[in-house]
């Protein structure tokens, strides 16, 4: 039977985002103080290590222990796979916990993901044309024609590129799910850092 204080701490693989990715300014050490995301909610937890490593280089992969202080939030903390700790609404740090199997969650290597060839087109116009445009808009920029950023504004808003994206994303996700499990998705989905959990205050 485990017990309370087992329970209560995990060994967790995670990699602390630097300051440019919008993580903490200074390095996080043993001990430090977090808000573990544990899906609907978040609860407060510590990050401790057994190496005897004074603090958690920012980048880098590292192996720490996790221990929740509130006892009544055992069965969620039980249940995760994925580490996201937080500062306030900052996002500081990303991972996986190391106690579990995920091979029948992990998506199996060798699948292959068809497309027709519609669809391929379809992607293949879509992404030429934003990448090209892109591109183009940025040498503007470079070049001072447009310091307020209005080009790149309106080829979103107005031009529709968010929503060609969009189409584009639909395709993909279409094809990926007629390979893949949603067990599985659900595994590669966890690992997806969005721009705006980087960059919180903004």
């Known amino acids: 039977m485990t017990s309370d204080r087992t329970a209560t701490v995990r060994p967790a693989r995670v990699r602390f985002l630097t300051t440019a ?5 200074s390095p996080a050490s043993p001990g430090t103080r977090s808000e573990l ?3 609907d909610t978040q609860t407060s937890c510590i990050i401790a290590d057994d190496t005897g490593r004074e603090i958690f280089p920012p980048g880098e992969d590292v192996t720490v222990q996790i221990k929740v202080i509130f006892p009544w939030v055992v069965k969620d903390f039980q249940r995760l796979r994925k580490v996201r700790l937080y500062e306030g609404s ?4 990303v991972g996986d916990f190391v106690d579990q199997t995920r091979t029948e969650t992990r ?5 292959t993901v068809e497309l027709s060839e519609d669809e391929a087109l379809a992607v293949y116009r879509v992404l030429n044309e934003v ?4 591109g183009r808009i940025s040498s503007r920029e470079s070049g001072g024609e447009d ?4 080009y790149l504004s309106g080829y979103f808003s107005e031009d529709g590129a968010t929503l060609r994206l969009a189409e ?3 395709v993909i996700n279409d094809a990926v799910e007629r390979s893949f499990s949603e067990a599985e998705l659900d595994a590669v989905d966890d690992g997806i850092i969005y721009w705006t959990d980087r960059h919180p205050a903004l």
């Open 21 to 25: 990715e919008g993580g903490r300014i």
């Open 37 to 39: 995301d544990l899906g």
């Open 90 to 93: 900052r996002l500081v740090a």
């Open 107 to 111: 998506p199996a290597s060798g699948k």
């Open 131 to 134: 990448v090209v445009s892109l």
């Open 147 to 150: 310091p307020e950023g209005r």
């Open 168 to 170: 584009a994303r639909r």
